[in-house]
């Protein structure tokens, strides 16, 4: 059984005298900068010039600068910069300020793992990645809770890299709820894995498919919306807290039985396939590959895709429901 580490196991001391710069100030760059900030580190952020982000950061109490200023002033650096633009940021505004003890850090493996950035020998290089959105990790920490998080060591100039890991993730609220121990290429492809084919792609897939489904069959779509989308966090809350078991013993009996005899033919062995398919475009990089090559495009199919999915019916129900549920907490 894998081991998690807590708030005894990790040394906050290893940040004090150090200057910690965020590069990017967005879903995870706010939370980290934030979270180090109350935890009594002294943070600055990383951005570009007239970057929409900087006027946030600001208003939060923080130093920003330039991307090449941030990365020279730092002794531990954490790229979170959306991971197609790494590359092209590292190269020219990080790479030269990467002098002897520097701490290389980034929230998820991509562009280590597919070598898009391949950093010098004299740095250690590691990651802390929360498993959840940057506004869960900010949410949670505020309530003195935080966000599990795996870390990993991918080059260890020091002989302190994986404490120094461990003492950043105590500081964006990691340990208090557990880290676990990876490494670049299990985090980066089980990540992807992840939210292709159950978090993000698989869960929106069935969500349109069974909502299409009610909606062509003639029932109202708002019934369709709360029975397909809204009633899904209902029921993952429970599966988190308490497995599928809590569940299942939460749901009524009909629900359960319909549960455990229909659901296996909605993920079928041609399902199962597909998903084996997809680790494998992963685990060879033809994802990385495909998704590197559409950014350089501009991305056209990535917008065109968006643009699409924003005109799906659910979307339009969605929206004027939620605008009438007063309760619903809005980011
Ligand atoms: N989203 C999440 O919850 C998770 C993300 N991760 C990883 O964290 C990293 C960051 O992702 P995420 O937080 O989603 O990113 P976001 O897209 O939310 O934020 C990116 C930030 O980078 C800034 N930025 C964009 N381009 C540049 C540039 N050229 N130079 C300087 N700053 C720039 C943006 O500024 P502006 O908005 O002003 O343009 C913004 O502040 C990625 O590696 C991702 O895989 C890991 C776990 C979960
Ligand atoms: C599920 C999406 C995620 O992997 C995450 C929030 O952990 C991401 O990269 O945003």
């Not at 020091?158 to 490494?183: F, H, N, P, V």
């Not at 359960?256 to 597909?274: H, K, N, S």
């Amino acid at each position: 059984m894998a081991r998690m580490y807590y708030d005894s196991d990790a040394n906050l001391d290893l940040l004090a005298n150090k200057t910690v710069a965020i590069i990017g100030y967005g879903s995870q760059g706010h939370a980290h900068a934030l979270n180090l900030k109350d935890s009594g580190v002294n943070v600055i952020v990383g951005l570009y010039p007239g970057s929409k982000s900087a006027t946030k950061a600001k208003e939060a109490g923080l130093e920003v600068y330039d991307v090449a200023e941030a990365a020279q002033k730092a002794d531990w650096i954490m790229i979170l910069l959306p991971d197609e633009v790494q590359k092209s940021v590292y190269k020219n505004e990080i790479e030269p300020h990467l002098t002897e003890g520097k701490v290389l850090f980034f929230a998820h493996g991509f562009n280590i793992h597919f070598a898009q950035v391949v950093p010098p020998a004299n740095v250690d290089v590691v990651m802390v990645a929360p498993k959840g959105p940057g506004h869960l990790v900010r949410r949670t920490y505020e309530q003195g809770e935080g966000v599990p998080c795996l870390f990993a060591v991918y080059q260890n100039a020091s002989g302190q890299a994986r404490d120094r890991a461990m003492a950043y993730a105590k500081g964006i609220g990691g340990t208090r709820a557990g880290i676990l121990e990876t490494t670049f290429r299990e985090e980066t492809e089980t990540d992807l894995f992840g939210e292709q084919v159950v978090l993000c792609g698989g869960l929106s897939a069935l969500i349109k498919s069974g909502f299409e489904t009610l909606v062509a069959a003639g029932y109202q779509p708002e019934l369709a919306y709360f029975e397909c989308l809204h009633e899904v966090k209902l029921i993952v809350d429970l599966i988190v807290e308490g497995g599928l078991a809590k569940m299942r013993d939460s749901i009524s009996n009909t629900a359960e039985y319909g549960d455990l005899t229909r659901g296996p033919r909605i993920v079928t062995d041609e399902t199962r396939a597909e998903m084996r398919k997809i680790l494998q475009e992963i685990q060879s990089g033809q994802f990385a590959r495909e998704f590197v090559l559409e950014n350089q495009a501009g991305k056209p199919g990535f917008t065109a895709m968006r643009r699409r999915e924003a005109e799906h019916h659910i979307e339009e129900v969605g929206k004027d429901l939620r605008a009438m549920f007063s309760w619903l907490k809005k980011d």
